[in-house]
C-alpha cells in the first residue's frame, strides 16, 4: 500500500519542477501587467493628442471651402477611422463623415470649449470636441469619436490561475514520466542487492534513464552469469574430484584389507587419478593467479617467468604427452616451411595451454578419429592450429566460450568432464604472451583453434640442448 501511495503522491522532483515553472509564469504575469499599463496609460493620451492637432492645423485651412472640408473629414473617416462631426459657432453642420451627426454643443460647453479650446471625455465614447481655430475667435468646432482601442486583456487574476492549473497538469505528468522509471530502476536495484538475480527493470526508453535502465540490466545479467558461473564452477570442481578419490579411496581399503595384488594393480589408476587431480587443482590455481593480477592493476600483464624455449620443443612435448593421454586417438603432427622460431615465452604455462587445446580436442571427439596439430613459422613469430573432427560447437554457444566455467550445452550432454576452465585459461595465457587466440567451429564437423605468437626479440638460431 505505501509503495502504490509514494507512486501516486507528489515527490521532490515534482516540487521542484513545479516551482521552476511558477517562477517562469510569475515573470511573464509581471511583465504582461506593465505591458498593459504602458498601453493603457502611454498610447491613449498620446493618440488623442495627434488627432487635435491634426484637426486644428489641417481643418482650420478649409472652413470656407465646404467640398474640400468634407473630402478632408472623409479622408479621414476611411485613413484614421474616426467619426468626425464639424459645426459652426452657431450649430449648423459644416461636415461630417457619419450618418448621424453629433448633435450641437450647449450654451455651457461652447463656453469651456472656447476657453480650453480642447474638451476630452476618457469614459466611452471616447469623444474629442476641438475648438477651430486653435486661437484666437472660435468659428466652428469639430467632435470626434476616437477608433475603440483594443479591449483590455482578461482579468490578471483568472489568467494566472488557469496558467497555474495547466503548469501542474503538466509538471504532473513530466514528472511521473521521469518519476516511474527511476522507481523501477530503485525497485530493482533492491531486489537485485536482496538476491533475486532475476531482477531487471524492463525499461525502454530511448532518453538517457533508457540508457541507465540498459546498462542496470547488462550488469545484473554479467553478474547473474558469474555468480551461475562460480555455482557450477563448485559442482563441476566437486564432481571431478569424486571420482578419483573415489577410486583412491577404494584402492586403500583393498590393500588396507591385505589384498596387496589388487592394490598394486590399482597403482597405475592412482597416478592417473593423482595427475588428474593435480591438474585440476593447477588450472584452478592458474585462473585465479592471472585474475588477480589482473584486478590488482587494471591492464597490467600476468606475472610469467619467461625464459628462451625453442617452439619445436614445446610442439614435440605436447604431441607426447596427448598420445599417452589419449592413446584412443591418432594424432597427426605437421610442421610447415622449415625450421620453428624461438620463443621468450613461460615454458609451464605455455605447455598448459597447449596441452589444454589439445584435451579438449580429444575429449570431444570420437574414439579412432584425427586429431591434428599443424605448425609453421610466421614472418616474426610462430601459428599453430589445432583440429579434430569432433561433434564442433554451435553458434550461439561461441561467444561465451572463453568465458571461465561456461560449457556448452552439447559437451554437457557427452559428460566429457571439466570445469570449463581449459579454452579460457589458454587464451588468456596467449594474450599474456602477446599473442591471439582465434577458434572457428561447426556443430558435427569438427574445430579449429589457431594460435598466434611472437618469436623472441632478436633471436637467432635455435638453441640447442633447451
Known sequence: MSTRRSRL???????????????????????????????????????????????????????????????????????LRMQVTIRT??????????????????????????????????????????????????????????PKPPGPPPDLGIMLAVVLGCTAITSIVFARSLAVPLQKLAEAARAFGAGTLNARTGVRRRDELGQVAEAFDEMAERITHLLRSQKELLANVSHELRTPLSRIRVALDLANEGDATLARESLADIAEDLNELERLVSDVLTAARLDLATEQTPGATPPLRRELVEAQTLVDKAAARFRS????????????????????????????????????????????????????????????????????????????????????DRSRARKTGGVGLGLALARRIIVAHGGTLTLESQPDQGTTIRITLPAAPEAGQPLTGT
Open 325 to 408: 593421454t589419449h592413446p584412443v586417438h591418432r594424432l597427426e603432427v605437421r610442421v610447415d616451411e622449415g625450421t620453428l622460431p624461438v620463443l621468450e615465452a613461460d615454458p609451464v604455462l605455455l605447455r598448459r595451454a597447449l596441452d589444454n587445446l589439445l584435451d579438449n580436442a580429444g575429449k570431444y571427439s570420437e574414439p579412432q578419429t584425427t586429431v591434428r596439430l599443424l605448425a609453421r613459422p610466421l614472418e616474426h613469430g610462430l601459428q599453430v592450429e589445432v583440429r579434430d573432427e569432433g561433434i564442433g560447437i554451435d553458434p550461439n554457444d561461441l561467444p561465451h566460450l572463453f568465458t571461465p566455467f561456461f560449457r556448452s
Open 9 to 79: 503522491l507528489p515527490g521532490r522532483l515534482l516540487l521542484r519542477i513545479y516551482l521552476v515553472g511558477l517562477a517562469q509564469l510569475l515573470l511573464i504575469a509581471f511583465a504582461f501587467n506593465l505591458a498593459r499599463k504602458y498601453a493603457e496609460e502611454g498610447n491613449r493620451p498620446r493618440f488623442s493628442e495627434r488627432a487635435a492637432s491634426y484637426a486644428v492645423s489641417s481643418w482650420a485651412l478649409f472652413l470656407d471651402q465646404p467640398e474640400k472640408l468634407q473630402e478632408v473629414v472623409n479622408e479621414a473617416g476611411q485613413q
Open 89 to 146: 459657432a452657431d450649430g449648423q453642420l459644416i461636415a461630417s463623415n457619419v450618418s448621424s451627426p453629433r448633435p450641437p454643443l450647449s450654451v455651457e460647453e461652447l463656453r469651456r470649449l472656447e476657453q480650453e479650446r480642447m474638451l476630452s471625455n476618457p469614459e466611452p465614447p471616447h469623444l474629442v470636441r476641438v475648438a477651430i481655430p486653435k486661437t484666437g475667435t472660435m468659428r466652428a468646432y469639430a467632435t470626434i469619436d476616437l
